[in-house]
């Protein structure tokens, strides 16, 4: 017998316009199964399952393999899960516009170049393929995307604080007209977007990361028409820039993710100005400890993260690591916690996270969602131990 809000799986192809073959395929693959299967055999699916049904045929339309869709969908259509999802999808079209474009404009030189000297550019021919081999470069962009996205909305939806860490970090920066400005490891520019109208006209603001999908999301936040901004792709460890470059170097949550600190800690001396301040936060041992708590009571496996990073840059050692470079550091506080009241985004947070849950916590889904919700209660306190380090550069300028 049907369950009210179920749909057979006739009923559910026939409302995504789907056959029902297809159903059944992502059914045997592991791709989207039903949530309800009756003593009979006949399967039932729910609206949760067309959300997800949604996020499956937008990533098959944009050229993705089965086994990548399988690793960047989860079946949960809460709100928080759904706009995320759709903000991210959304990037996601974009980027792959950007693509086609300039797929579409190495085509047409390559064409241009065989018609006028009857010969093939071999190096427009391997820019080209190069172009339409992507999709496993936009499925890291989308799943990194995806994972910062996750961690900073659950610190701006429950913060305690009520003025946030961006808004925050800006004002510790304390700029000035006519200074230069270089932010390493920029992600998707959010330090600036709501801030911009504080910014003095002849500022300059170079953003800068590894990534260039990151560095896209960063023009689409601040916009290509504003010309106190320029961007660049380039790694922290060979800044290029000349030596006293720059007024303020800012670093935010970056450093304990590069390979070499103190060459990356070197590189920005070099391009800081002798009375420049170089920004970087990071946090200390204590920082959201009750989340790994929570996981490991459900699963003694899970580790959130491979490695401790506050172990390679931390509040505990990270004036030790800077000293060599800089002659004045001190540490600021950034005062705050979270009260989070609902499960979603805070499971949001956990599957986000670099360590190894995504091992075991897919799998027994919906039994994790049931033993976050049954732990928070009304709310679930997380404590917050982070801050920035403003180092002076004073001294002369190191020569590497």
Same mark, same amino acid.
Not at 61 to 88: A, C, K, Q
Not at 245 to 251: K, L
Not at 285 to 300: C, P
Not at 314 to 335: K, P, Q, T, V
């Given at each position: ?9 006739? =009923? $559910? ?27 009979? #055999? ?22 993705? /393999? ?14 928080? $899960? ?9 990037? +996601? ?37 190069? *172009? ?24 701006? +939806?429950?913060? =305690? ?5 961006? !808004? ?27 801030? +911009?109208?504080? *910014? ?5 603001? @170079? ?22 901004? @320029?961007?660049?792709? $380039?790694?922290?460890?060979?800044? !290029?820039?000349?030596?006293? @470059? ?37 946090? #200390? ?8 708590? +929570? ?13 401790? *990073? ?51 916590? !897919? ?15 009304? /709310? ?6 982070? #801050? ?5 550069? #004073? ?6």
């Amino acid at each position: 017998m049907k369950k009210p809000g179920y749909y057979s799986s006739g =009923e $559910f192809a026939r409302m995504a316009h789907v056959t029902l073959r297809t159903i059944r395929y992502y059914d045997k693959h592991d791709i989207l199964k039903p949530t309800w299967v009756s003593e009979s #055999g006949a399967r039932f699916y729910t609206d949760e399952d067309f959300a997800r049904l949604q996020q499956i045929l937008l990533l098959k339309y944009l050229g993705f /393999s089965l086994e990548d869709i399988r690793e960047m969908t989860i079946g949960d259509s809460n709100y928080h $899960f759904m706009l995320n999802s759709l903000n991210l999808q959304l990037k +996601l079209v974009q980027d792959r516009i950007e693509q086609m474009q300039l797929v579409e404009k190495a085509i047409r030189n390559t064409a241009r170049a065989i018609q006028t000297d009857h010969t093939v550019d071999w190096s427009q021919m391997l820019d080209l393929i190069h *172009l339409t081999g992507m999709e496993k470069s936009l499925k890291n962009q989308y799943q990194n995307a995806s994972n910062i996205s996750a961690r900073i909305n659950l610190h701006s +939806l429950y913060s =305690e604080n009520s003025q946030g860490w961006f !808004p925050w970090i800006f004002n510790q920066c304390r700029l000035r007209p006519g200074m230069k400005i270089l932010e390493i490891g920029c992600g998707d520019g959010t330090l600036w977007k709501d801030s +911009l109208t504080r *910014l003095p006209s002849d500022i300059h603001i @170079t953003l800068s990361d590894i990534s260039e999908g990151m560095l896209r999301d960063a023009r689409r936040t601040i916009g290509t028409d504003d010309p106190r901004f @320029t961007f660049e792709t $380039f790694d922290a460890h060979e800044i !290029p820039f000349e030596a006293e @470059t720059f007024d303020r170097v800012i670093a935010n949550h970056v450093l304990f993710y590069c390979d070499d600190i103190p060459k990356v800690c070197q590189e920005v001396r070099r391009v800081l100005k002798n009375d420049g301040l170089f920004i970087c936060s990071t946090y #200390g041992k204590n920082h959201m400890a009750e989340i790994t708590r +929570l996981v490991q009571a459900f699963d003694e496996r899970i580790v959130l993260s491979a490695e401790k *990073l506050y172990d390679r840059f931390g509040r505990e050692n990270g004036a030790e690591l800077l000293a060599a470079c800089f002659s004045d550091i001190h540490w600021e506080s950034y005062d705050d916690s979270l009260n989070v009241p609902d499960p979603e985004p805070l499971i949001s947070y956990v599957l986000s996270c670099h360590g190894n849950q995504n091992q075991y916590i !897919p799998d027994r889904y919906n039994e994790f969602r049931s033993f976050v919700k049954k732990k928070m209660g009304k /709310s679930f306190h997380i404590s917050k131990d982070a #801050g920035i380090f403003i180092c002076q550069s #004073g001294g002369d300028t190191i020569s590497l």
